[in-house]
């Protein structure tokens, strides 16, 4: 059913889009979306919607690859994925040579990185540590996050929290700074009241006795964020701790967070911008709520074997975001989710590391009525704020 219902996978299916596809996105490295006749909407001056009558993609695998048809001026239009900081520099030496230029955008994202520690653990020693806030503190306050950004992400950006953008009606100052201050001393102080006991290699000790130990598990198809957490691993063993970095295969990945297997794990920042619709950094809202997956699953279906009643005060979150969502009044619909932000300065479930500033995308010169500056992210459908079916082309 859903393959027939599939706009990519079906271009049989009715749409309302500006553009319908010709062939499935599998069957082909190079797909092709052609106006659609039908589509529903006119300019001011009442002619029909899309201007331009065909959009080819291209489907690449290799960064490499993209970058080197990027910079050779093969593409019209470049917003996702290869515009990443790190290939700028090369995007810019030949941006004149090639007959593109660069846009602005302002991601849907908050965070580079988003660290969960796992607070419904399997072992209920880690579990109990994880759980309790100091701990969660005392890690935040040993990372360099200054260090992190210009090392990895190219010096931009700054530290932040699991927090929404400066560009948004829900930004919280508090939430977004807290704990983000480099201090080793400090971050000993909070470590000091969960792990006391060090042994003779300066590692602390869990309550039973054994040296504390976790991974934390990052995906494969994310390689700043594995730079970044081999970073704060030499971090935190500065404060006792010992960590590891887990890089896997995505969906092995998704699948150790479906059953509860990782001891922490590492995930975008989203909610920057919509974070009504993406909320599950403060409430355990889908299946990215990796610092408590069981609490999402009893969100979802108290009676899945995998569910695990989460406590008292998220609880109130849920309540507090269902009831929000029944509510017709905008204010108020405001109002209770900036709540559910001053509630999460108490709450600390995740840590971040930098703020996502605003990025960049590739245009052709040809290609007009462009944005110079656009929100991007899949919850606004990435470029579609712009109205990319009034681009046109010069020569046309």
Do not use: C
Not at 14 to 38: K, Q
Not at 60 to 77: H, P, R
Not at 81 to 88: H, P, S, T
């Amino acid at each position: 059913f859903w393959r027939k219902a599939s706009r990519t996978e079906n271009p049989d299916v009715p749409v309302i889009d500006a553009w319908r596809l010709t062939t499935a996105v599998g069957d082909s490295s190079r797909p092709v979306a052609e106006r659609n006749p039908y589509y529903w909407k006119t300019d001011s001056a009442g002619s029909q919607l899309p201007y331009i009558d065909r959009v080819t993609y291209d489907l690449i695998e290799q960064d490499e690859t993209a970058v080197l048809k990027a910079t050779n001026g093969e593409f019209d239009l470049v917003d996702r994925g290869i515009v990443q900081l790190r290939n700028k520099p090369a995007f810019a030496k030949r941006r004149k040579e090639s007959g593109y230029d660069f846009f602005e955008t302002i991601p849907q994202n908050m965070n580079q990185m988003i660290l969960m520690l796992n607070l419904t653990h399997k072992d209920p020693v880690l579990r109990k540590i994880f759980n309790n806030k100091d701990f969660r503190i005392g890690l935040s306050h040993a990372i360099n996050r200054e260090e992190i950004i210009e090392g990895v992400y190219q010096r931009q950006g700054e530290p932040w929290q699991a927090a929404p953008r400066p560009e948004s009606p829900y930004y919280n100052e508090r939430l977004a700074k807290q704990y983000t201050e480099y201090d080793t001393a400090l971050a000993n102080k909070y470590l000091d009241k969960v792990l006391p006991e060090k042994n003779d290699k300066g590692i602390r000790l869990r309550p039973d006795g054994e040296p504390i130990f976790f991974q934390v598990d990052s995906p494969d198809h994310e390689l700043d964020m594995v730079d970044a957490l081999q970073m704060i691993s030499k971090h935190w063993r500065e404060v006792g701790i010992d960590m590891r970095v887990k890089n896997e295969a995505t969906d092995l990945f998704f699948k150790r967070m479906d059953g509860n297997h990782h001891d922490a794990a590492v995930w975008e920042g989203a909610g920057g911008l919509g974070a009504p619709m993406d909320p599950f950094y403060w409430v355990p809202h889908n299946f990215n709520t990796r610092y408590a997956m069981p609490w999402h699953f009893w969100l979802v279906n108290p009676k899945d074997k995998r569910a695990e009643e989460p406590p008292p005060e998220t609880m109130a979150q849920i309540e507090l975001y269902r009831k929000m969502l029944t509510t017709g009044d905008r204010e108020e619909r405001m109002n209770m989710m900036r709540q559910i932000m001053d509630n999460s300065i108490d709450l600390f479930y995740a840590i971040g590391i930098a703020l996502r500033k605003r990025e960049y995308g590739l245009v052709s010169t040809k290609l007009r009525n462009t944005p110079k500056t656009s929100i991007t992210g899949w919850l606004h459908a990435y470029l579609m704020p712009s109205n990319p079916q009034q681009y046109f082309f010069a020569d046309e």
